[in-house]
């Protein structure tokens, strides 16, 4: 080990990821193994990395196969990396790829390792259809009854057709039994986040990534997929007054205030972003487009009763600490849009001095972000969110924009994840 | 305890301490691996190992793979056949190979071929001769016998196999098309046993195979009944018909001597294998089957004329929502591309639009691609597509001051690394880049009516274009899956020059009061696709007028072509031309079949007239190759032919020519050569 030496600091190269489509659309015969492959390959296209040797390469998918257990180390033998380039699964749902650059970050700025590719995916589409407990339980001891008739026995006792009806994907919370949005909405009622603001926030998410996708600043982190060049998500010429027409998709009364319209679909897609030292990129001719200083995740009790999305705003606030910096110390925020409720939902919470007395054990509050600066480029309500590839769209697009001109040198992500947890980051403007 | 055989040179074969034997075929100095004799031989030191080996029990399997990445083996080495003259010459070639595939295919141990890329014509006869075959479903996986396209027969005992294990039905048609089927297809067909995800999988379900001493299950009950007798004859004279409808048996006799041989000795395995190789012998020797190899090399001439180290374009933005536009739109969406449709006309746009669709719909696979297809063509009336664009065309009215302004404006909005484009046939290159800072970025594409069906595109170099500029358009012309031709900024480049004498040509005649249907019969008697008044009446009757203003030809006020534009007879657009158009066909008047003197004097006399016909075409590619609008006169033959569709089995005008010059200086030999071919024909 390298002992207490001074971190290295780690350079982000940048990042690609394949256009997000909604579910059952334009990648329904795709599996994560092949968005996954598709978008690592786009990133050794992109950054020349033919052959190489990648330290190792960490990420996941959140809705995945059984067989798939090492995910992403299948995704590498898929690549034109060598094959002897590591691979890593893991999980911390919409955090994933955020998280495996964070772990990976980590390793770089010990010295561990040089380069790393962070990566994620995640497809409605190919969902693992799963037996009933009951069912999966008698089929085991079906497999492990001895003679013919106690095979019979084991299959017939206590039968019951309802047992024969799969279980299909839900994006519901184990604990709780309710889905995403309807936590969301608990939460959206807690801090009284009415029904305009987060079709404001959804409005200016599609109207962003647009105005991004006609200005070519997507172009090269978009690598196409399945003859698929553009996200299906996104509507231009969305209107304020459409949306509010929409009705609601989780609670239908008139206390509601979610619908499809301001929260993320169900889509399909990958990612995946390189990191590594600035030895290893200046020896590889690569450019760094920033950097990442900070990291951090928490989780909150949900359970207990709190809302299921906050966990951020812990993350975030921990970080700030850990940094030395302030919530407005920064050019650019990023805060992934699962839905507008969320990402309001969170500002208004580091606003409150309540909130930030009684979860953050603060005394005084963070304070507000000036909301020009949020999400320029647009985000998850209009592009989707594959929720494993999310991080890392977000690490791309925020590297990209501190490398271009005059964006501003510091940039804070924020994701949210199921589970109740929260990933955030920093990057910092490489100086030319 | 591996064994290996040191001195090959062209395949990699050991023995694995599973006794497993891999021959790994990967041609020295080669990106495709075919057959020739070097590679033959070695294949059979091969096969003789391996017999000597599997006699002393030391070895349990023999498995063969492709050392290239996207290709198997794409057939025998035609170059080797060129230099053959005589019938016996090739036989002994063909016997060779044939007698090395039988040795193979005769191995007491399971003999498996793991095919990855294209696998074509020699390349699958020999996979055929193994016994157990597992292909790749990649998407570069092609597997067929394109025999025929070259004018010649499967001649490795191929008609044998694949009529065996696919059955006549699937097998003839597969080879009476040529077409490369796709792993999916071919297996369906019994032509290959198993599918195999990707080449890294391949060699592991090939040692599976080994292992479990796979064999290829015998053909149904229902696939060996079509070699029966009677329905052999009747398969045979479906075949005959449905292969008449679309080639000429003068021209292109290789599929009708393939159905004869079928229905002679199909289901015989001795008899077919013996016949097989008297037929294909006079086949490779014959003219046309040369011109048609030659043809072959010619398309790959042409597709070379493109560098292979640049990146593929991915976006295009097409300026002007006419046919043209909108069907250079269609057909770049169709092959991958992200493109943008721009007009100032929002309906001009939604036409094009239409008709892209349509154009997916038939070309593409599912709905799911159509839809994936649709959702890649973006109608841009304001233009702000236009600075993400790899490739700009531009296909708008032939005004050239418009067209300088637009480049003027463009100039400054489009991406340093963009291809700049004009779609023009009749205006120069360097007056439309006359106003440009740059003109030496912009140079003409240009595309041939109707876009998805012409295989050509000519590329055309201003005096001021850039080497560079030139070369990346032929690039894009080859993403989209066309052939490029490099020609000067001369008066209707090669194409149009060449073409419209040879169209004038047979329009006049009409005014000395000749039948158009006749000139039309005797020009597709000569091989021409389609006959000039018919083409005329394609194109547009204005056009052909425009053009031969263009280019100086006289229009007389009291020629038919230019009284019929002034009564608005434009040709099939406008259902009346030369022709009468009933839904898109042309209606000729059938005098000359029904009234002739007799049969063959009529077929003589068309002769005539369609060698008469083609005279001033070919007099144009004559002076076009000296006024340099081409590299050489390959590449003359090459445009005349993919621009055109001038007779392919003629190998090309000015080929063409050069022939019929050389026969005339060596015509004593001549005949005893075609008495031989006929007579083994006729067995």
Redesign the interface.
Known sequence: MVGLQKPRRVAVIGGVRTPFCRSF??Y??LTNLDLMTTALNGLVEKFRLQGEIIDEVTGGAVVTHSKDFNLTREAV??TKLSPRTPGITLSQACGTSLQAALGSAAKIATGQIECAIACGSDTVSDAPIALQRKLALRLLSVSRARSFGAKVKAFTKGFSPAELVPKSLSVTEPRTGLSMGQHTELMAQEFHIDRASQDLLAFESHHHAAAAY???FL?DLLV?C?????D?NLRPDVELSKLAELRMAFEKSSRGSLTAGNSTPLTDGASAMLIASEDWAERHGLKPQAYLTHGGHAAIDFVGGQGLLMAPTIAVAKMLDQAGLTLQDFDLYEIHEAFAAQVLCTLKAWESPEYCRNVLGRDEPLGSIDRTKLNIKGSSIAFGHPFAATGARIAATLAKLLSQGNNGKRGLISVCTAGGMGVCAILEKAEA | MTKTLPDLKHWQFSIDFDNIAWAIFDQEGASTNTFSTETGLELEKIVATTEEAAKKGEVRALIFLSGKEKTFIVGADIREFEALTSEKAVKDVVQKMTGIFDRLERLPIPVICGIHGYCLGGGLEFAMACHYRIATRDDATRIGLPEVKLGIIPGLHGTVRMTKLAGAIAGMGAMLTGRMLRPGAARGMGLVDQLAPGRQELRWACRKAAINRRRTKKPSLWKRAQALPGIRSLLASRMRKATAAKVREDHYPAPFRLIELFEQHGGNREAMAEAETQVFAPLMISDTSRNLRRVFHLSELLKNEAPKDVAKPLRAHIIGAGTMGGDIAAVCVASGMEVSIQDTSAKAIDKALGRAKQHFKKRLRSKAEVNKAVARLHPDTSGHFLRRADVVIEAIVEKLEIKQQLFKSMELVVRPSAILATNTSSLRIDDIAAEMNDPTRLIGLHFFNPVPQMPLVEVVRGEKSREDEVRRGCAFVTAIGKFPLITKDTPGFLVNAVLSPYLFGAIKRLDAGEDPAKIDAAAEKFGMPMGPIELADAVGLDICKYVAEILGYEVPENSKLAKLVKEDKLGKKSNQGFYTWLKGKAQKNVAVKSDPPSEEQSASELEALGRELIVPLIDACEKALADGVVADADHVDAGVIFGTGFAPFRGGPLHYRASLNNKTTSSQNSPEDMGESAATVAE
């Open positions: 659309t334009g329904a015969d033998l898929g006609e200005e070519g172009d196409p399945s003859g698929v060049f553009r299906n």
